[in-house]
């Protein structure tokens, strides 16, 4: 135990190293239930190769949910185990190091899905989630750090909380109002490459509390943010600390977003053209 001030107040936090692994053991399984930790990156992988966060197993040692940290870009990939296949989820969100965020994800058994939250904000999900969990009387192992294939990530974590009931987005977005609010957030991520016409798209379909129908697109409250919409609103900032504007690979140029006011003319001479996507509230 050791490390930086702690974010809940702690006096220390778990010390991983890339040869090191905790196990919190005999979790019983449910299919509704909530995992939330805070993770600070001491510091990216010199090697430049996938790390292991964390992943649960049983007695089998079948994993269910395991979370990796891509090398470079430290985005998170989620791997869950379905019954006939493996999905993967890549987070928006790339983790800067030194700074301290808070991982969630929720397992609901009447969606049949995954939802992963960055610092209290909605980051993906997964597809219809049908696992071959039958029963609550399971028993999982959560390890955080090594796995078997792969080094651990270089990080604290701290405040490790398991819930047997999924977490309402207004729980898990408190400690986080100064951001922005929940009900009615300023800015919010659209897509992480797509075309001006799909980008205009994407923020007419965004609801804060689910997917607008076709006929309802009209009234969407968010469109392509502008200039004004970013540095007055502070959204710039929010975006840098979400790792919004990180590229996806190391030879990936997009880290660059569309700007309503430059980019809707602009935008025709190259229609093929992609840039990040963040729609801000008119």
């Given at each position: 135990l050791h490390g930086p001030p702690s974010p809940v107040g702690s006096k220390h936090s778990l010390d991983l190293t890339s040869d090191a692994y905790v196990v919190i053991p005999n979790v019983v399984d449910r299919n509704t239930m909530t995992v939330k930790f805070w993770m600070f990156i001491k510091d990216a992988n010199s090697d430049n190769t996938w790390s292991s966060l964390f992943f649960n197993t049983d007695s089998n040692n079948?994993?269910?949910?395991?979370?990796?940290?891509?090398?470079?870009?430290?985005?998170?990939?989620?791997?869950?185990?379905?019954?006939?296949?493996?999905?993967?989820?890549?987070?928006?969100?790339?983790?800067?190091?030194?700074?301290?965020?808070?991982?969630?994800?929720?397992?609901?058994?009447?969606?049949?899905?995954?939802?992963?939250?960055?610092?209290g904000i909605h980051d993906g999900q997964s597809g219809v989630l049908k696992t071959n969990r039958e029963t609550t009387k399971v028993t999982f192992n959560y390890v955080f750090g090594k796995s078997p294939q792969l080094k651990g990530v270089n990080a604290y974590i701290d405040k490790v909380q398991i819930y047997s009931r999924e977490l309402q987005p207004s729980?898990?977005?408190?400690?986080?109002?100064?951001?922005?609010?929940?009900?009615?957030?300023v800015i919010v991520h659209g897509c992480q490459s797509c075309t001006y016409s799909e980008a205009e798209l994407v923020c007419k379909n965004i609801d804060t509390v689910g997917i607008r129908t076709k006929d309802e697109a009209d009234k969407s409250d968010y469109a392509i943010c502008s200039l004004q919409d970013l540095y007055l609103s502070e959204g710039w900032n929010f975006a840098r600390a979400m790792g919004w504007f990180a590229p996806f690979s190391k030879n990936d140029d997009s880290g660059t977003i569309w700007i309503r006011e430059i980019d809707e003319k602009s935008s025709k001479s190259d229609k093929l053209l992609k840039k990040i996507t963040l729609c801000c509230r008119k």
């Open positions: 079948d994993r269910y949910v395991e979370i990796k940290l891509w090398p470079i870009t430290n985005r998170l990939q989620f791997i869950l185990k379905t019954v006939s296949s493996l999905e993967t989820i890549d987070t928006n969100a790339s983790l800067l190091t030194r700074r301290w965020y808070s991982i969630s994800y929720t397992i609901t058994n009447d969606k049949n899905r995954i939802d992963i939250y960055i610092n729980e898990l977005i408190t400690g986080y109002a100064f951001l922005q609010s929940l009900k009615d957030p």
